[in-house]
């Protein structure tokens, strides 16, 4: 598993490393652009909403919102990736703290329209994952929705064949969503496939 140094390292070739898989419709990242792309649309239908973004990265999805209006607050705990994502987003509300400890202080006493989340919360176990989607639903505004973009499958015999076809390129340490498995914690969710191996988890208030 990276730690916050890993993606540090990772942090300037990251764009285009993902763009390759995405382009070769590859395990991990294909449909990585079509998922960063609906949920765009999804918060733009919103008009400005106030998103706050577990994960940011270097901002490739939350620099365009921002860009359109949005208000951005955000965690991350690479610094690197935290450089380059204020770099894009000067005013925005980006804080550094590692999200298995929980959310940033700073991001608590506030509530979102939309809380995302794009291929970061693999990180966290399914508990994990179970307890902390549970404290951001605390979070949002009545309408508000948390979407989540990452490699997921709708059941574990997906996820076995792609791991079966991805071979030595599998990583073992990433937990991925398996939505017939978190369902049973939030019924009413909704999930879209994208791709072979990615999708969009939406759960709403
Ligand atoms: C694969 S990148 C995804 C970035 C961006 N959301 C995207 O879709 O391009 C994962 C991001 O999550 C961050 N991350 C991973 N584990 C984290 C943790 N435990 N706490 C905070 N950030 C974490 C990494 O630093 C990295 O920026």
């Not at 509300?93 to 202080?105: T, V, Y």
Request: aromatic share 12%.
């Amino acid at each position: 598993m990276l730690d916050s140094k890993g993606f540090d390292l990772w942090a300037d070739g990251y764009d285009k490393s993902v763009g390759l898989s995405d382009e070769d419709n590859t395990y991990p990242f294909a449909g990585y652009k079509a998922i960063l792309n609906r949920i765009y649309n999804t918060v733009l239908a919103r008009g400005s909403a106030v998103v706050c973004d577990i994960g940011f990265g270097t901002g490739v999805l939350t620099s365009r919102l921002f860009d359109r209006g949005c208000e951005i607050w955000g965690q991350d705990f690479s610094e690197k990736m935290l450089a380059l994502a204020r770099a894009k987003m000067p005013g925005a509300h980006l804080f550094q703290g590692d999200f298995s400890h929980g959310l940033a202080a700073e991001l608590c006493g506030h509530t979102y329209d939309f809380i995302i989340a794009t291929y970061s919360l693999h990180h966290l176990t399914d508990a994990e994952k179970i307890a902390f989607i549970g404290t951001l639903k605390t979070l949002l505004r009545p309408d508000g929705a948390i979407l989540i973009g990452d490699v997921m499958f709708k059941t574990r015999a997906d996820l076995t064949r792609c791991r079966q076809a991805a071979g030595d390129e599998w990583d073992d340490e990433e937990i991925y969503f398996v939505i017939d498995e978190l369902k049973k914690s939030f019924p009413d969710m909704e999930f879209t496939q994208i791709s072979h191996c990615g999708g969009i988890m939406t759960v709403k208030k």
